[in-house]
């Protein structure tokens, strides 16, 4: 098993393992269950059919998760297929073993979740709003929550009852330890002087077509929903504006600022009280001429503040003594109490800074309130807006007027963008993704899109430029580029094969990088922890099979910047358990438990889909 985990982690194992895995349950996987009408499915589980808009709708998700990441469109959608597929078939499963939720711990669950939080605390309406975009009912959508609980439930299940013994958290940090000897050498990307011919650019050019074209584009027109310009037009007056900065004063209210220090006088029994009140009257009395921080250094039984002249600090209620807190609070600055008895003594303290709190009058500040009242007052009527039109963008697909008439919103426009980079709110990552999703070059509305929690855009194709073949002529100079490259790259690789191949043969590494004037790095003691090689350097060399009959294991490694590197590893020697790793065991034996559980879910999943009755129709 550990071997197994070690492969997986290809070589940069290091402490990952010893961070607390979570493994909550993916809940974008079961948002599948709408109605489809006439459509054919993509794929089937038992009696389960998947359509395509299930397929766009995980793949969305998906890729929001992987914003401003370059990522393979179908390569994603195939994953977003293969994700539905698996969560279905786990459903089933758990399903057939009566395992239960009730509604309650969904509806707890789902109030839970930050999205529908608006300070801290669960918000109707944003709920409402979501279940609108989405066109499910609350019903529905806990239905969904449920299934996804109890999935978790059966997942948690074979996780949390995963154990890792002491032996084998003793292999991991064998592993983990081990250490290995390399020489190696590094062959440079080599230039080769002979350019391409023109027969060599239009043969690639014709096979490689599909890499040289101008980007697909569109441009589409939009209607945009916004809090700010609803709040616009909420009326108002001067009497609302007063009562709201009555209610919101805090708002606009600066606290005061109190620093202070102090010198104490410890009480250590009852029969010490009196003398610590009369230490604490005689350094009153010295302060007539002396300065308190002196005072404070010389005589303070807080050795602590002592050192900086009794200094304590900005003055918080809440945090000392009643009556610490209330002579504090009735000093005027530079003022010096008479002495305070708290539990640790008695004190005398003085006042070092005061700022005074501060209330903005209502004049200073009437921009504010009323930009904060409208907005406030704007609120139901957005919610009520949004679900007007989600409702009607989607009883009208082919058309933004009925709805733009409706809410008395204009609709935009945008120039041409792709799918990398726009202008305007086509510069939004979002908006250029709904923009190329099927449904929208179909020249349907796209479903609504929330910018944020205040602002919801609806958009319809307005013109569609496929992706087109640039002339070779534009792109000759880069696909030489491309051919030297290559040419480069087999170059390279064909000097660094021969090294190897004469460093198998039994020559030393020395004798050869002498020859084709290159410098040969030893790195004794290199441990999956050291980041002094490049990583994949490191990966390959902890890949490397170990050192056998006193030959050692030659192989190459490419680095990021095309060089390849052929290394000699000559010594493994394994590691051992340090104090500090002893300090990690019981991290250590969890987190390898849970990586342990891990796979076995994982391995679980596979079983029950390769017994599951599943269909995969053929993309066209």
């Known amino acids: 098993m550990l071997t197994k985990i070690r492969e997986k982690a290809q070589g940069a194992f290091a402490w990952g393992i010893l961070i607390v895995i979570c493994v909550p349950f993916a809940l974008w996987g079961i948002q599948n269950y709408v109605d489809t009408g006439e459509e054919s499915p993509v794929a089937s589980v038992g009696d389960k059919d998947f359509f395509q808009r299930d397929v766009n709708r995980a793949y969305e998700q998906y890729s929001q998760n992987l914003q401003g990441m370059a990522f393979d469109e179908q390569a994603l959608k195939a994953q977003a297929l293969e994700k539905l597929i698996k969560d279905e078939v786990l459903l089933q499963h758990v399903q057939a073993k009566g395992l239960v939720t009730t509604d309650d711990a969904a509806r707890d669950f789902i109030q839970s979740l930050p999205y529908f939080q608006v300070e801290d605390k669960f918000d109707e309406q944003r709920y409402k709003t979501m279940l609108s975009l989405q066109k499910m009912s609350s019903g529905e959508f806990v239905s969904r929550i449920k299934n996804a609980l109890i999935m978790e439930q059966f997942q948690r299940s074979i996780i949390d009852s995963s154990f890792a013994t002491k032996y084998d958290v003793e292999n991991f940090f064998k592993i983990q330890n081990q250490q290995r000897d390399v020489d190696y050498v590094t062959v440079a990307v080599q230039k080769p002087t002979e350019q391409p011919s023109e027969a060599d650019i239009v043969a690639y050019y014709q096979q490689h077509q599909d890499l040289y074209q101008t980007p697909e584009q569109v441009s589409v027109e939009y209607i945009e929903l916004a809090l700010e310009d609803i709040a616009k037009t909420i009326a108002v007056s001067d009497e609302q504006l007063n009562a709201y900065y009555e209610e919101q004063k805090d708002q606009y209210t600066t606290a005061e600022r109190r620093k202070i220090s102090h010198i104490l006088f410890a009480i250590k029994d009852k029969t010490d009280e009196k003398t610590a009140l009369e230490k604490a009257l005689k350094a009153k009395e010295q302060l007539a001429t ?58 005398l303290i003085k006042v070092t800074e005061l700022i005074p709190g501060e209330t903005k009058p209502f004049d200073a500040v009437k921009n504010e309130v009323t930009q904060a009242f409208q907005k406030a007052q704007a609120e139901n009527a957005f919610y009520e807006s949004a679900e007007t039109l989600t409702e009607m963008s989607y009883e009208n697909p082919d058309n933004l007027k009925t709805v733009a008439d409706a809410l008395g919103i204009a609709i935009k426009k945008t120039g041409l963008f792709t799918k990398d980079k726009g202008e ?193 129709k053929a993309p066209k």
């Open 424 to 616: 305007g709110i086509a510069a939004d990552e979002k908006i250029r993704r709904a923009a190329f999703t099927e449904e929208a070059l179909q020249g349907y509305n796209s479903t609504p899109i929330e910018l944020g929690t205040d602002r919801l855009v609806v958009l319809r194709m307005l013109e569609h430029k496929p992706a087109a073949a640039r002339n070779l002529k534009e792109v000759e100079s880069d696909i030489a580029a491309v051919l030297l490259a290559d040419k480069a790259k087999l170059q390279t690789v064909e000097t660094a094969r021969k090294i190897k191949a004469r460093l198998q043969a039994g020559e030393s590494i020395q004798t050869v990088a002498a020859e084709n004037k290159l410098q040969v790095k030893t790195v004794a003691g290199l441990t999956r922890t050291k980041n002094e090689l490049a990583l994949p350097l490191s990966d390959a060399i902890f890949k490397a099979a170990k050192p056998v009959g006193g030959k050692p294991t030659v192989f190459i490694a490419e680095l990021p910047a095309g060089e390849q590197a052929v290394v000699s590893l000559s010594k493994v020697k394994e590691g051992v358990m340090t104090e500090d790793d002893k300090k990690q065991m019981e991290l250590a034996t969890k987190n390898i438990a849970k990586a342990f559980g891990q796979t076995e879910f994982n391995a679980l999943v596979n079983s029950l889909l390769a017994d599951a009755d599943v269909s995969v």
């Open 290 to 347: 002396k300065d308190f921080a002196t005072v404070a250094a010389e005589l303070s039984d807080d050795k602590l503040s002592a050192k900086t002249g009794g200094d304590l600090g900005l003055f918080t209620v809440g945090v000392m003594e009643k009556s610490f807190e209330d002579a504090a609070s009735a000093l005027k600055l530079g003022e010096v109490s008479k002495p305070v008895k708290s539990a640790f003594g008695y004190h």
